[in-house]
């Protein structure tokens, strides 16, 4: 049973009080916010004129964003305590419409700073007063090549509804409009499939099951197909629209450019799993074996290799765990899980009207937060080992930096919540009480590699060869985004599985094509992440210390410089190469346990 919020101990709930104490305290941070949109509107067309106004113009927006950041946060957390309270989705709109309302009052601080001539730009980030602000002013002027006249900036930003309508019209046709057929689970129950049980039947342990739900699913995808293409090519379109209007040589390039990460990266990652397959395809081999199988089909890669390890971690055992799986990394990190564990930091269990799923989060001047759906088995304790990875980053960061410069960006996002994850499977399989715990632990470490580093790279060529296309003038029809696609899960997985023609049509129903070359991050992440927790394993210390430096780094440098200081070179196919080097060996280790 699913208890009420009030029957759950205190000690399990997080403490976002904090924050604040009440609507009086909530109210008094609006109307303080409220006067500074007023203030900072008072500089619009003065920058240009006086150093003076441009710190205050500067000075008054980071209070303000710093203000609704708090306001966001609490009431949103707030919120996803329980979802069916009126008075806290009420409040949580009405932040989000004061965080628009400062959006559009400092909307013109960019273009005003962009036009100041560079020499008297030079005098005033030399002054004492705005030197603090070099680095985000260099992060605008990065933009300036790519930033368009005032009229047509204006265009642009009126286009960007309609740059949506591919997405939404994706979403619409498919959560709202498709349908999909009945099918027989395994105990001869009729069935209807949907998008989430989907991925249960491909785990099925009958083989009859997994071809039915496959098969049913991808014959409703070719009945939408040109669709879905119509939709797809017109996202694509889109895309490189805007980087062309940007001045970018590509939309690949557009898109690395926020994070000042060159395209080798990107075709780095490619090239590296390219010259890696023979691992995925003897990993993919050892399933066929150990599943008695003549052949394996694109259905059955996601079978796991025992039934699930029926293990029960209760969350103080859990904590147990983490506290000793993260050893490595040294006792200032492990007191700040400690400070979690104790401090109000975490919203354990499931209650009625509470958000589902998992996150972490907070403001610069809060601790960390996390909400968690706690259900004492080990899927539970690799998300919160997870989401405890995400707050010590931010932990360190935002005790670290300054409010300005606290946020790291999504590039690097995943590297601290997957080290964590990593150093847990190390910690479990040294542990491993049986051969069947063993088995278990290192299927799912390598399902975990095989769809974040693999198939997400698989996804990101997928984005890179039907871009390039485009701009070459080439039309894209449903043909085309098949063939590309099939031509791409024979080339990963041919060697070692019959590559069903049906698996051609997947591209039709990944949402992540309509966020434009964001996946490859999962990738790259990933590998970051599987290089570093290496290095902190065989190093010791010194590893230790470069890892908590780039923790503390937070957003005062790009992501590819704070990695490359941390000890892994993103842009050095080599970096990948040695994540793929652990995943090679974590296969030869479950080969000698089958």
Same mark, same amino acid.
């Given at each position: 049973?699913?208890?009420?919020?009030?029957?759950?101990?205190?000690?399990?709930?997080?403490?976002?009080?904090?924050?604040?104490?009440?609507?009086?305290?909530?109210?008094?941070?609006?109307?303080?916010?409220?006067?500074?949109?007023?203030?900072?509107?008072?500089?619009?067309?003065?920058?240009?004129?006086?150093?003076?106004?441009?710190?205050?113009?500067?000075?008054?927006?980071?209070?303000?964003?710093?203000?609704?950041?708090?306001?966001?946060?609490?009431?949103?957390?707030?919120?996803?305590?329980?979802?069916?309270?009126?008075?806290?989705?009420?409040?949580?709109?009405?932040?989000?419409?004061?965080?628009?309302?400062?959006?559009?009052?400092?909307?013109?601080?960019?273009?005003?700073?962009?036009?100041?001539?560079?020499?008297?730009?030079?005098?005033?980030?030399?002054?004492?007063?705005?030197?603090?602000?070099?680095?985000?002013?260099?992060?605008?002027?990065?933009?300036?090549?790519?930033?368009?006249?005032?009229?047509?900036?204006?265009?642009?930003?009126?286009?960007?509804?309609?740059?949506?309508?591919?997405?939404?019209?994706?979403?619409?046709?498919?959560?709202?409009?498709?349908?999909?057929?009945?099918?027989?689970?395994?105990?001869?129950?009729? /069935?209807?499939?949907?998008?989430?049980?989907?991925?249960?039947?491909?785990?099925?342990?009958?083989?009859?099951?997994?071809?039915?739900?496959?098969?049913?699913?991808?014959? /409703?995808?070719?009945?939408?197909?040109?669709?879905?293409?119509?939709?797809?090519?017109?996202?694509?379109?889109?895309?490189?629209?805007?980087?062309?209007?940007?001045?970018?040589?590509?939309?690949?390039?557009?898109?690395?450019?926020?994070?000042?990460?060159?395209?080798? /990266?990107?075709?780095?990652?490619?090239?590296?799993?390219?010259?890696?397959?023979?691992?995925?395809?003897?990993?993919?081999?050892?399933?066929?074996?150990?599943?008695?199988?003549?052949?394996?089909?694109?259905?059955?890669?996601?079978?796991?290799?025992?039934?699930?390890?029926?293990?029960?971690?209760?969350?103080?055992?859990?904590?147990?765990?983490?506290?000793?799986?993260?050893?490595?990394?040294?006792?200032?990190?492990?007191?700040?899980?400690?400070?979690?564990?104790?401090?109000?930091?975490?919203?354990?269990?499931?209650?009625?009207?509470?958000?589902?799923?998992?996150?972490?989060?907070?403001?610069?001047?809060?601790?960390?937060?996390?909400?968690?759906?706690?259900?004492?088995?080990?899927?539970?304790?690799?998300?919160?080992?997870?989401?405890?990875?995400?707050?010590?980053?931010?932990?360190?960061?935002?005790?670290?930096?300054?409010?300005?410069?606290?946020?790291?960006?999504?590039?690097?996002?995943?590297?601290?919540?997957?080290?964590?994850?990593?150093?847990?499977?190390?910690?479990?399989?040294?542990?491993?009480?049986?051969?069947?715990?063993?088995?278990?632990?290192?299927?799912?470490?390598?399902?975990?590699?095989?769809?974040?580093?693999?198939?997400?790279?698989?996804?990101?060529?997928?984005?890179?060869?039907?871009?390039?296309?485009?701009?070459?003038?080439?039309?894209?029809?449903?043909?085309?985004?098949?063939?590309?696609?099939?031509?791409?899960?024979?080339?990963?997985?041919?060697?070692?599985?019959?590559?069903?023609?049906?698996?051609?049509?997947?591209?039709?129903?990944?949402?992540?094509?309509?966020?434009?070359?964001?996946?490859?991050?999962?990738?790259?992440?990933?590998?970051?992440?599987?290089?570093?927790?290496?290095?902190?394993?065989?190093?010791?210390?010194?590893? /230790?210390?470069?890892?908590?430096?780039?923790?503390?780094?937070?957003?005062?440098?790009?992501?590819?410089?704070?990695?490359?200081?941390?000890?892994?070179?993103?842009?050095?196919?080599?970096?990948?190469?040695?994540?793929?080097?652990?995943?090679?060996?974590?296969?030869?280790?479950?080969?000698?346990?089958?």
């Amino acid at each position: 049973m699913v208890k009420d919020r009030n029957s759950i101990e205190s000690i399990y709930k997080w403490n976002i009080d904090e924050m604040y104490s009440g609507k009086e305290a909530l109210e008094k941070d609006i109307k303080r916010v409220e006067g500074l949109i007023r203030q900072v509107k008072e500089y619009r067309g003065k920058l240009v004129t006086n150093k003076d106004y441009l710190y205050q113009a500067l000075k008054t927006s980071e209070d303000a964003s710093r203000i609704v950041q708090n306001l966001y946060v609490y009431t949103h957390m707030k919120q996803h305590e329980d979802t069916r309270i009126n008075e806290n989705q009420a409040m949580a709109t009405k932040i989000e419409m004061i965080s628009t309302e400062l959006s559009m009052a400092t909307s013109y601080m960019v273009p005003e700073i962009i036009s100041i001539d560079e020499e008297k730009l030079n005098e005033y980030l030399n002054s004492k007063e705005l030197s603090f602000y070099k680095k985000y002013i260099e992060d605008i002027l990065r933009e300036k090549p790519h930033t368009l006249s005032e009229k047509e900036e204006e265009i642009l930003a009126a286009a960007s509804d309609i740059s949506g309508v591919a997405e939404n019209v994706y979403d619409m046709l498919s959560f709202a409009d498709l349908e999909f057929p009945e099918i027989e689970d395994e105990d001869g129950n009729k /069935v209807k499939l949907t998008h989430s049980n989907f991925s249960v039947f491909l785990k099925s342990k009958s083989k009859k099951v997994r071809k039915s739900a496959f098969e049913s699913l991808y014959s /409703v995808y070719d009945k939408y197909k040109n669709t879905f293409a119509s939709t797809l090519y017109g996202g694509i379109k889109s895309e490189i629209f805007y980087s062309k209007m940007r001045k970018h040589k590509s939309a690949l390039e557009g898109s690395l450019f926020n994070d000042d990460v060159s395209v080798d /990266v990107y075709n780095n990652l490619i090239l590296a799993i390219d010259e890696n397959l023979d691992s995925l395809n003897k990993y993919v081999e050892l399933k066929k074996k150990f599943l008695g199988l003549d052949t394996i089909h694109m259905y059955d890669l996601y079978v796991p290799l025992t039934e699930k390890f029926d293990i029960k971690i209760p969350y103080e055992k859990a904590q147990d765990i983490i506290l000793n799986a993260l050893k490595p990394l040294g006792e200032e990190y492990l007191d700040i899980i400690r400070k979690a564990f104790k401090e109000g930091w975490i919203d354990v269990y499931e209650n009625e009207g509470k958000q589902g799923g998992a996150y972490s989060w907070g403001s610069y001047d809060s601790h960390p937060y996390i909400l968690m759906n706690y259900h004492d088995d080990l899927n539970s304790l690799f998300t919160l080992i997870h989401e405890l990875g995400h707050s010590v980053h931010s932990y360190y960061s935002r005790t670290s930096q300054e409010y300005l410069y606290s946020s790291y960006k999504i590039f690097v996002a995943e590297v601290a919540s997957t080290l964590n994850e990593l150093l847990l499977i190390n910690y479990l399989l040294e542990n491993s009480q049986s051969k069947e715990e063993t088995i278990y632990l290192l299927n799912y470490y390598l399902e975990q590699f095989r769809t974040t580093v693999y198939r997400q790279t698989m996804f990101a060529e997928f984005e890179k060869l039907t871009h390039e296309r485009v701009e070459n003038k080439e039309p894209l029809t449903a043909k085309e985004f098949t063939d590309i696609y099939y031509n791409l899960n024979e080339k990963y997985y041919g060697k070692s599985c019959d590559v069903d023609k049906q698996i051609g049509l997947e591209w039709a129903r990944i949402p992540h094509f309509y966020s434009n070359f964001y996946v490859y991050k999962y990738a790259t992440g990933f590998s970051a992440a599987s290089a570093l927790s290496q290095q902190i394993l065989t190093e010791g210390e010194t590893a /230790v210390q470069r890892y908590i430096e780039f923790l503390k780094s937070g957003g005062s440098d790009y992501p590819l410089n704070q990695l490359r200081a941390a000890g892994v070179d993103m842009e050095k196919k080599e970096s990948v190469d040695q994540a793929l080097s652990v995943f090679s060996g974590l296969v030869d280790k479950l080969e000698e346990e089958l």
